[in-house]
């Protein structure tokens, strides 16, 4: 499949619609929280073991970004949203199997194995065309692709707790839902593989609009970010703000359910799941938001507010969270703002860092730090949840070791963000041999500027 070319005098903002038509539909996965009570009632399951699919499918994202960045960065963004399509749309057609058989087993092969392919190689294609649509605004063009990411589940959350509400919350009702996720999310995304185009050759570009024709500033290869420290540093980063994000979200509705429990207005399985929409909401407007702010204060700057104003937002939650529901949302919605926010902000932070020639297949590679993030941070929630309540202890009790935990990891994060620094020449595309098949950028610009 040839990656679709645009034409002369496509408009670049046609795009971003292509790319929010993927990324709306694989960001579902941060509504898996609404399926895990019913899973638990229906199959036995404790709230560690409901939590595998979610965290199968997040490792998966992050290895199939890493290994197929470069295959995406070659076959073009047409190309991937359609195997992300295929398995994203086969994982819950599989989940939809395990669930009427009561085959827990198939659930996590289906939704996290197959469906987490579709995630890893749905969430990196358009991103990286994006970057390369908007080379003047990456912060802004990256926002609004993952900005789609967060606001999946904005939509799914209340769709899928209707769904459940009228098909049943026993294995036969979970197992229509799964269908109808699996039907429904495939006619969208085939609206973003038809919709989707790449820009005009470089040299073609230039002739239409007056952009340079090789890619300005620093270039660094996939292969090469790899030895460098930055490459790293940014990895601890997003692993640590991640980590701190993702652990509440994927135990919201219980969680906001626990913390309240005990109270005189505690609160419903409805009002838990309107908590886990208002997240998204927060989710999606910090990667609009947060990111394009970046690109007027600086990617170390912005990082600097997620992760330190992140530790300040934990405190607060652990201190006093629980004798008072609206600042317990509030500062729910400010973490998750900034969850979003770094995961927006990350691909310009990489631009910045590596330039664009490779953008994509470098993204793809850091992003298995959220494959490490989705496993720590629902592995620490819900394990040590587990074992407090084993312990006999019960509403916010269950979450205040965590929450201290996430605080550390946010500190860790902010002291490697401190660490960036620009990366050594040495590292640049004009300093080392050209890999195999690669284009010789140094010839190419010294005829550009001769």
């Not at 590596?354 to 298995?368: C, D, E, K, N, S």
């Amino acid at each position: 499949m040839s990656p679709p070319i645009a034409p002369v005098g496509w408009s670049r903002w046609l795009v971003p619609p292509a790319a929010l038509a993927i990324h709306l539909s694989i960001g579902q996965a941060y509504a898996w929280s609404v399926f895990k009570p019913p899973l638990e009632d229906a199959l036995g399951l404790s709230g560690t073991q409901s939590a595998l699919p979610f965290q199968l499918g997040i490792v998966m994202l992050g290895l199939s970004a890493a290994f197929g960045g470069t295959l995406v960065e070659r076959r073009g963004p047409r190309w991937a949203m359609t195997v992300a399509l295929i398995c994203f749309s086969s994982g819950f057609l599989l989940s939809a199997l395990g669930a009427a058989t009561e085959q827990f087993w198939l659930i996590v092969f289906g939704y996290g194995f197959v469906g987490g392919i579709g995630l890893g190689i749905g969430y990196i294609s358009p991103v990286s065309t994006l970057i390369k649509w908007f080379p003047d605004r990456p912060g802004m063009a990256t926002g609004i692709a993952i900005m789609g990411f967060g606001g999946g589940a904005l939509i799914a959350s209340p769709w899928s707790a209707q769904m459940l509400e009228s098909f049943g919350s026993d294995s036969s009702g979970i197992a229509l839902a799964f269908l109808v996720h699996g039907l429904s999310y495939a006619v969208f995304m085939l609206l973003g593989v038809l919709l989707v185009r790449v820009p005009r050759p470089a040299g073609e570009e230039r002739a239409a609009d007056g952009r340079p024709a090789v890619p300005a500033g620093p270039q660094v290869s996939a292969r090469q970010a790899l030895r460098t420290p930055q490459f790293w540093l940014l990895w601890v980063v997003l692993c640590m703000n991640v980590t701190a994000g993702i652990g509440i979200l994927e135990k919201a509705a219980p969680m906001i359910a626990d913390f309240f429990a005990d109270t005189s207005t505690p609160v419903s399985a409805t009002a838990a799941a309107g908590f886990v929409a208002l997240l998204s909401a927060a989710n999606m407007a910090g990667r609009i938001g947060w990111s394009s702010t970046s690109d007027l204060i600086g990617r170390k700057n912005i990082y600097r507010v997620y992760l330190g104003a992140g530790t300040l937002m934990y405190a607060l939650i652990a201190l006093v969270g629980s004798s008072s529901k609206p600042l317990f949302v509030l500062c729910a919605l400010v973490i998750l703002s900034f969850y979003g926010g770094g995961f927006a902000t990350i691909p310009a932070y990489l631009k910045d860092l590596f330039g664009t020639y490779q953008v994509g297949a470098i993204h793809g590679r850091l992003l298995t730090a959220w494959s490490t993030a989705g496993v720590l941070g629902p592995l620490i929630v819900n394990w040590i949840a587990d074992r407090q309540e084993e312990a006999g202890k019960h509403g916010a009790e269950l979450y205040g070791t965590s929450l201290v935990i996430m605080m550390g990891l946010l500190v860790i994060g902010f002291a490697a963000n401190e660490l960036v620094r620009p990366v050594h020449p040495s590292h640049h595309l004009d300093a080392v041999t050209p890999e195999k098949g690669a284009p010789d950028v140094r010839r190419r610009q010294r005829s550009e500027s001769a």
